[in-house]
């Protein structure tokens, strides 16, 4: 089933799993999977900047998108396919898409900088890939360097029939979701689904300003799912409650560089995965920082008892 | 008093006050000032990016920086004196220290790339100012994208006796603090005041890693305070409570751009100072962000009974 | 007399003279003017990036700008006024206009990165400075890292009537100046003045690609004026000897950093200024790069008689 | 046969020539070897950001790499390996050494800042390659966005005796070939090859500065050898008459962005190749710019009897 404007609710960031010596782990991919539609989890993205992609063989990218696709079943599974060059990009576009994946995620190049560059990129990636695979543009400032306005990303909305949804993690973003909300409200832009990023550090507001939901990796995906199903339902209070208690280690997860590896220490803690490697070049956690984890794991299962271990 | 490295508690960054008309507002000086002293601030930072610095004129600053040195008393006032020009740093160091500031605020141009240059910089703002001047370095990465290493930070205090302090708001940065820790327990630094900004989003730990107090502009210092006390008195748990009360609201203080806004907008709130107003260019914050706040600082008052309205 | 959008010719950018203990050298600015009518400038701008202008105090600057401006007569005075804020900005723009300039430059600042952050920041400018003082938008890329489309110019010069010149410095830039011509062409955007910076490294096509002259720093601007004089004629490949007689010293000249010291040492041969002093900081020349200089000075008086020593 | 730390000459940085309809053109890489080894050049090397390798797929880098290599013969082949993940840089750095390249080249990623990012990145790119890979530093700030400085280079050559060479072309740059050279004269750091690039703007000065040749892809080859062994054999005055000859069109090729463009068409008109078709994205040359391109060849081939049409 192709992705389209109408997604919404949670779409974990998956990590990529690896045992110890660096080979990519299947069986924890696979109670990954088992986890993510255990807590509620709308859909998965793979391949993203926490999915290491770059340190990827294409044979392994193909194959890590594969079992996800085949483990989510008539969950959609989003790819990143975001590549230095335009060539690699679609060969991985199609060569997913055949086999059943929802559609793509397309970051920017970073070294892009003008309104025309950014729309002309996404011109460029269109045509290589093809007008008939759903996109989801990837507007991350923090980690692109590319700053995309509303009117960038209405202009790529409106060129490009293909692209249904955005991955928002612009920071400060949350008056950017209202101006694009507008525009589709002033009939000036096609509805588009907006899921948001940015390590769901501001999910509790940006579901209140119009966002369909969340994509995003952090550890605890049944928090995410909790927030946005409370916020459907008018529950608001609720909604900053169960985000406010997780918020502490949310923040924490959200340190550039060193946050994927916060990210798999939890879970495997969890038990989603089996190790917390990750492929060179990976910032290790020091000793004093899996302390500090452990000790906002054990303050979080005061407050949210899912959270135990 | 001059500053030295034995320095420690909290320095809020202050904002300049400015009347709806763009006019500097002195009472509300005066009002921040009794503020501060009354929730136990140990000094204060005036004229930094907060402050709005580059919008003023050099009367101005040198008048506003007289006026928070006055009315801090035996506190001391550190004075941020960045500028694009040594002349100028010069000129204004000069004058606050006559004035009776405790020391000024140096951060390094955003041109600067390597590690020679940051070095070498600092080795020529020293000069320029005089080698009796007590310095804090400023190491914010994300607003003036220089990155400073640990060794850097450590050459710029080794080669300049008069640098003790640092004001440290890389991110992530609890491994900076813990190596710069380290490199004086080896002997290879000499110990200089660590005071720790980006906004206070991780001051729960940084006090924890080794840093010495909280020189932040969040606009309840009086929680920055607790924080600091409770953890030197080896009150883990209590300085973590109070800490995550604030964090829903600090997080929100934390956005690049906005930040200022929401932190006048709080502090006129609370009738520490009369008006919210920026000189332009400054963003404002939307009729959808004021109530957000207003909802935060709610769900704050239900926490700590300090923050009621 | 006020700027307007039919100047034309040659600007030498001018450099601040210091002696060698820092102080400003009013003499050497004397000498400098005689020698910039004497070679048939057509105009001046002052307090650039090659003015040294970040290093001056704020009476230093009027004076500077004043002093050129009386010895300049009935030419066109041109004054920098960029700064970090719009106070600044406004003040030095008033006194200088008040004093006798016939415009101002304004460049962007160094953090604006979107099209709108672009054009609004110009808007905020004007209201600053009045929409009564003609000025010129500054285009270097290279230096400012802000990226102007030709239809960000577009907007700029459609919003403010005030805005009179474009000192192009893109690079490359050819294409710029003909798409901007080609707005004015269909009538899409109004005709300014655009004279050419960048070192005058492509001076020789930018003349043919309808700029109306150059503002730059070369420290031979009779060749700059030859050129533009020689393709307003239609001699086209005398303007290109001339060019390229000139072009390996001009090459030499364009080095980012040590361009400003490899001028003012030409200078002082050529007996235009007495001492080749920077304010700090300001990168010196090694001997070794004062000996290819001369070697260059050597071989272009075989090619040019003006250039004898 | 590996390449190592006497490597000296001419070494073309080849393009990767397509036919219009974006398929790799082996007949023209077969040409392309023949001119190169007919004006002279000491090897060749392929797969840099001039040959277009983000835009190839890894089997079509593997069999331009072999063919290159082949074609030369004895004359060694430097395979440019940069890639954002080492996986890919490490097996397609195996793959060429086997089929008989006499080494590598590595850029750092662009979001290196720091001198530890900067050495860490090498010390993990060799351990990932391996230690028996001679490989070359490229060194080039204006494209990557990384400036390494000459303590920096020297501790990257230190660390790793497999560094064999540097493709300087940092801009300025004199100073730094100096500066290494220096280190070598001191003995505290290994000699190694410089070869210069930067488009070639500079390289009548480098070879005095101790470079000892090119490493670039200007479309006159020849010239380039002319200068290198003119200024060997004490020939300054004529080394420097040849390259200012050349000077106006090799200035015209330096333009970021359509350099490439630039060079493929006169490659193209010197009949070394069959089309000057650039992979998607890639900026053509406007019509009037190739009339520049025609105009700059006609005056050059006065000077130059090698450059006549």
């Known amino acids: 089933m192709l992705l389209d404007a109408t997604a919404s609710g949670v779409y974990p960031i998956a990590p990529t799993p690896f045992h110890p010596d660096g080979k990519v782990d299947e069986g924890s991919i696979d109670r990954l999977i088992e986890h993510y539609i255990g807590c509620g989890a709308d859909g998965t993205t793979v391949l993203g900047v926490m999915g290491e992609a770059p340190k990827l063989e294409p044979e392994e990218s193909l194959s890590i998108a594969t079992r996800f696709i085949e483990g989510m079943g008539e ?15 679609s060969r991985l576009a199609r060569s997913v898409m055949e086999r059943g994946a929802a559609g793509v995620m397309i970051a920017p190049l970073p070294s892009l900088r003008t309104d025309d560059q950014i729309t002309g990129y996404y011109r460029q990636a269109v045509e290589a890939i093809g007008p008939d695979i759903p996109f989801v543009i990837q507007d991350y400032p923090l980690t692109f360097t590319v700053q995309m306005t509303p009117h960038v990303i209405q202009r790529i909305v409106n060129e490009n029939p293909s692209c249904v949804m955005l991955k928002h993690e ?12 507008a525009f589709e409200a002033q009939g000036s832009m096609r509805r588009i689904s907006i899921l948001t990023g940015n ?18 990796g952090y550890a605890f995906p049944e928090m995410l799912a909790d927030v946005v199903r409370f916020q459907k339902s008018g529950q608001r209070d609720k909604a900053h409650d169960i985000f406010d208690a ?23 803690k969890r038990g989603w995965i089996a190790s917390d ?27 949210d008892s899912r959270a135990g271990f």
């Open 75 to 89: 969950r959609p599974v989003i790819v990143g396919v975001s590549a230095p060059g335009l060539a690699a990009m």
């Open 170 to 181: 612009d920071w400060p973003g949350l008056e950017k979701i209202s101006a694009l909300r």
């Open 199 to 216: 390590g769901g550090l501001f999910l509790d507001f940006e579901t209140e300003r119009g966002a369909d939901g969340a994509m995003t």
């Open 246 to 268: 997780h918020l502490p280690l949310l923040r924490y997860e959200q340190q550039q560089g060193i946050g994927l590896a916060v990210r798999k220490y939890v879970l495997m």
């Open 277 to 303: 490697a990750q492929r060179k070049p990976g910032a290790a956690l020091s000793a004093a920082a899996r302390a500090e984890v452990d000790y906002l794991l054990t303050r979080l299962s005061h407050r």
